[in-house]
T-cell receptor, first 111, second 113 residues
Framework: RKEVEQDPGPFNVPEGATVAFNCTYSNSASQSFFWYRQDCRKEPKLLMSVYSSGNEDGRFTAQLNRASQYISLLIRDSKLSDSATYLC????????????FGTGTKLQVIP | DAGVTQSPTHLIKTRGQQVTLRCSPKSGHDTVSWYQQALGQGPQFIFQYYEEEERQRGNFPDRFSGHQFPNYSSELNVNALLLGDSALYLCASNFETANSPLHFGNGTRLTVT
């Protein structure tokens, strides 16, 4: 089993739709969680950190479920500019805080 | 406030050659990590440097080596290039503290022919 797993998609959604991605992780020692956005042939950019109580940034909401070992990202009112690959990132505690990326979920917002 | 900078942006090498990629971390960051990203895949961790020492390494052969300098900048060296080394090489920096997210440079796209 991969340490961090994501549905690769693609998720094709119409403008204005709400879409949700999940990411599961296998190591219960995981400490920090992040969502990154990556546009085609560009570097990943931090979208948001994920906090235990859940957090929101505009149209984006991130949730953490430690019991079930998954994090989620909800995007409301999708825009064409949201089309990208969304990478789940897990940082483990202990021993230099190893960082592991998921393979990414591709989102295509359609006019 | 300068972000993470990498050079060169593109590179074409021949199988068997050696390559050096460079990275300057975001101002104030002391930890540098290198990732390899093949097309359609997530970034794969190569290694991490802190205080001029490699302190973590991913599942990459010894052909991949690196260095961190006193000013926190870093180099990634790859010897005896293989066709499969063709990828986007990403440098990321962060603070050596819990919950500090990675900040990435634009990457170096390496093509091995």
């Amino acid at each position: 089993r991969k340490e961090v797993e994501q549905d690769p998609g693609p998720f094709n959604v119409p403008e204005g739709a709400t879409v949700a991605f999940n990411c599961t992780y296998s190591n219960s020692a995981s400490q920090s969680f992040f969502w990154y956005r990556q546009d085609c042939r560009k570097e990943p950019k931090l979208l948001m950190s994920v906090y235990s109580s859940g957090n929101e940034d505009g149209r984006f909401t991130a949730q953490l479920n430690r019991a079930s070992q998954y994090i989620s990202l909800l995007i409301r009112d999708s825009k064409l500019s949201d089309s990208a690959t969304y990478l789940c990132v897990v940082r483990y505690s202990g021993g230099y805080q190893k960082v592991t990326f998921g393979t990414g979920t591709k989102l295509q917002v359609i006019p | 406030d300068a972000g993470v900078t990498q050079s060169p942006t593109h590179l074409i090498k021949t199988r068997g050659q050696q390559v050096t990629l460079r990275c300057s971390p975001k101002s104030g960051h002391d930890t540098v990590s290198w990732y390899q990203q093949a097309l359609g895949q997530g970034p794969q961790f190569i290694f991490q440097y802190y205080e001029e020492e490699e302190r973590q390494r991913g599942n990459f052969p010894d052909r991949f080596s690196g260095h961190q300098f006193p000013n926190y900048s870093s180099e990634l060296n790859v010897n005896a290039l293989l066709l499969g080394d063709s990828a986007l090489y990403l440098c990321a920096s962060n603070f050596e503290t819990a919950n500090s997210p990675l900040h990435f440079g634009n990457g170096t796209r390496l093509t091995v022919t």
